[in-house]
Structures are given as structure tokens and as C-alpha cells.
């Protein structure tokens, strides 16, 4: 495997990294630490410019290369922060903050891309600028959208961005992507249906709001199936069911919680459309009312054409045209990182870390073995895409 001799040098010191950001886990926007070590970092690694509170606690690094008549600047995107889980991988490293861990690699993506900061500004063997992006608040508090938001494309004058993320499953070392829609866009729904408490033995008294909102339920999974072209991908999860408080009592209210997945923008707005509609029918039909809220969260990580090329060539170059599938098939997970790919071209790209749990699993834990090949495929890419 071509890594360069200077990054895999790195392996250990960046291993030290990643399992001190381990041990230290923030969450959201509160990555105070964590965006301290990074700019740190940065500034040790001689960065020309370092700028922090982007997008409330985003720290950007710019890094020039030796030659900047090219005028090109290109994004590479780690994300920071962890998720609210108790840790139980049993590492002599593991989380010291009770009920925070890093269980989705993002401890990983700093490091790596800390690394491959350190080699750029070492080597600066590229023609244009580097802006190195440590992201916070990826896990639902839409980081990226903040960051994007802030001025952050514009004020660093970012023409392409690329973000990478670990993945249990695939063989380590192994990279995956596709053009077009990779991951699912994110939107949350709240019902509450608002019926007629009673006494469970005179049910014809009452409008029973367990009975509806079951019907609710069954109804809600007849959109994608007969709504959605088979050919196009939806995903509707009922997560929450909530209602009444014992045996025999007929609940004035129930709750029901959703999560709503897509691809495809018009996939997006049929199934919202066809959601209200059903929630609101089913109830009436029953002689009762739904409150709907609908939130739109995360929009379709969709990679472009040209810089997916890029991209896999970058891998392939690293691990070889067998270690890359270029055509993965679309999963239906969701990633923040599509706010900049909406601002911005360019592309996002899985790196295998083998068998083991998967993220967001309480006993998920990212394998250093992969950082020099992550640290590798940044590197490649830069001195690829800003030749000198």
C-alpha cells in the first residue's frame, strides 16, 4: 500500500490524538476542547491562517502551498464532536465523561485530517490553498449548515469541499463512494392526536386515541408502498408510541414519533405531502384530531460527477482499484455534510475499518490501524486536485 513514508511516521502521534480526543468527549456545539486541541495543532503545524468560532465553535485552518498561482482552494471536513452514550468498549482509553463517548469515529476524522494538516503544511507540495474544516455539532445540530451559513465558503474562498467518514463492515483500508445521492436526507415528524378520555368499559362514550393513532401507524406504512415508485427509496420509521398510563383509562391523548427518509427532493416533498394527508384523514375518520409537526432536518448527501471521480481516484491510488467501489449503493443514513456539498462541489467518501460494531453502538470503537491510509488519501487528494 503506497502511504508515504513521512505519514506513516505520523501513525503513533496521531494515535496519541485520537485516543486523548477519545477520553474527552463533547457533544454538539460544546466542543470547546476538542476545537482547542485543533487549533493548537494547527497553529504548531505552522498554518498561514487559523480561525476559530465558525459556525459558533468550527475552527478552519489554511494552509498555502509552495506555489498559490493556481488561485484553487479546496475543503477537507472532519467533524468533532460525540454522541450521548455510554461507553462500553472496556479501552484503557475510553470515554472518562459518564454517559458521552465517541461511538460514530468523528474522534477518528479529527485526528486524520490533524495528521494530513501536519504533512501539507510540512510538505506544501501543491499549487493553491488548503482550508482544513473541524466541524462541530454533526450529530443533529446541523454543524455544517452553521458553518456554511457563517460565511465559511466565501470568507476562505472554498471552490471544492470533500469530507470522509469510517465505516464498520467494510474491509480496512478500503475505500467506498458513488455519484449522485449517497446518503438519505433526515426529517422528524410529531403527532399527537387529541381524542375523548373515558372509562375502558364505556369505549362508546370516548374517542379512543390508541385506536387511532394505531390506525395511524398502519396507514403511515401504505405511503411508501403504494405512494412511492418501487424503483425510488423511502424510508418511514414510527420511533416512539406514547399513551395513556394504566389499564382503565382510554387516553385523551397519544403521541407518535417518526423519523422520514429520502433521496430525491420530489420523493421528499410526495411523502410529506401524502403524510399529512394521512394522519389528518385517519384521525377524522375516527371522529378525532392530529397536531402534526413536520421538521425538515438534513437534506440528501449528494455527491458531484466530477469530484466523485477525483475522489476515487485519489483512493485507488492509495489501496489500489480493488480496495474502491466506486458505485456503492446508496444508504439511508443521513450526514450534515450535505449542507456543503449543497454550497459547494464536491464529495464524500467512506473508509472501511473492518468487522466490529457499528457506529452509534455503545461498543463501537474506531481502528487506528486505517489513520496513515486516511491521512494518505488526504494527502493524494490535495497534491492531485492542486498539482504543483
Not at 480561525?51 to 506555489?67: E, H, L, P, Q, S
Not at 472501511?352 to 486516511?374: K, S, T
Request: with cysteine; charged share 20%.
Amino acid at each position: 500500500m503506497p502511504i508515504v513514508n513521512r505519514i506513516a511516521a505520523l501513525q503513533d502521534e496521531v494515535t496519541a490524538w485520537r485516543r486523548d480526543i477519545h477520553e474527552n468527549p463533547e457533544l454538539m456545539f460544546d466542543v470547546h476542547r476538542t476545537a482547542a486541541l485543533v487549533a493548537t495543532k494547527l497553529k504548531e503545524f505552522g498554518c498561514d491562517e487559523i480561525v476559530t468560532g465558525i459556525g459558533r465553535t468550527g475552527v478552519v485552518g489554511i494552509i498555502k502551498g509552495r506555489n498559490t498561482g493556481s488561485g484553487k482552494v479546496i475543503g477537507l471536513r472532519a467533524d468533532m464532536d460525540a454522541l450521548p452514550l455510554h461507553e462500553a468498549t472496556g479501552k484503557p482509553y475510553a470515554s472518562k465523561v459518564p454517559g458521552k463517548m465517541h461511538a460514530c469515529g468523528h474522534d477518528g476524522h479529527t485526528a486524520m485530517l490533524l495528521g494530513a494538516a501536519k504533512y501539507l503544511a510540512e510538505t506544501r507540495n501543491f499549487d493553491g490553498s488548503v482550508a482544513v474544516i473541524f466541524q462541530p455539532a454533526e450529530e443533529g445540530g446541523g454543524g455544517g449548515r452553521e458553518m456554511v451559513n457563517d460565511g465559511m465558503m466565501e470568507r476562505f474562498g472554498i471552490q471544492e469541499v470533500y469530507g470522509m467518514h469510517t465505516a464498520a463492515g467494510m474491509p480496512v483500508g478500503s475505500f467506498a463512494l458513488r455519484p449522485g445521492p449517497m446518503m438519505a436526507s433526515s426529517d422528524r415528524m410529531r403527532v399527537v392526536v387529541e381524542g375523548k378520555g373515558g372509562h375502558a368499559a364505556k369505549p362508546h362514550l370516548a374517542v379512543d386515541t390508541i385506536l387511532v393513532a394505531s390506525h395511524i401507524v398502519v396507514a403511515l406504512q401504505s405511503i411508501v408502498a403504494r405512494n412511492v415508485d418501487p424503483l425510488e427509496n423511502a424510508v418511514i420509521t414510527i420511533g416512539a408510541f406514547n399513551a395513556g398510563f394504566t389499564n382503565n383509562v382510554i387516553p385523551q391523548t397519544a403521541e407518535i414519533l417518526a423519523t422520514i427518509r429520502t433521496l430525491k427532493p420530489e420523493i421528499r416533498d410526495l411523502v410529506e405531502t401524502r403524510i399529512k394527508a394521512v394522519v389528518a384523514g385517519t384521525a377524522a375518520l375516527f371522529g378525532a384530531r392530529a397536531d402534526i409537526e413536520y421538521v425538515r432536518g438534513y437534506p440528501v448527501t449528494r455527491n458531484h460527477d466530477a469530484n466523485t471521480t477525483f475522489a476515487a481516484d485519489a483512493a485507488a491510488a492509495i489501496v489500489g482499484d480493488a480496495g474502491i467501489n466506486r458505485d456503492i449503493t446508496p444508504i439511508m443514513g443521513s450526514e450534515d455534510f450535505s449542507y456543503m456539498l449543497d454550497s459547494r462541489p464536491g464529495a464524500f467518501i467512506f473508509i472501511g475499518q473492518g468487522e466490529g460494531p457499528f457506529v452509534h453502538h455503545p461498543a463501537f470503537d474506531f481502528n487506528d490501524e486505517i489513520l496513515p491510509i486516511g491521512m494518505s488519501y488526504w494527502a493524494k487528494l490535495v497534491e492531485t486536485r492542486l498539482a504543483a
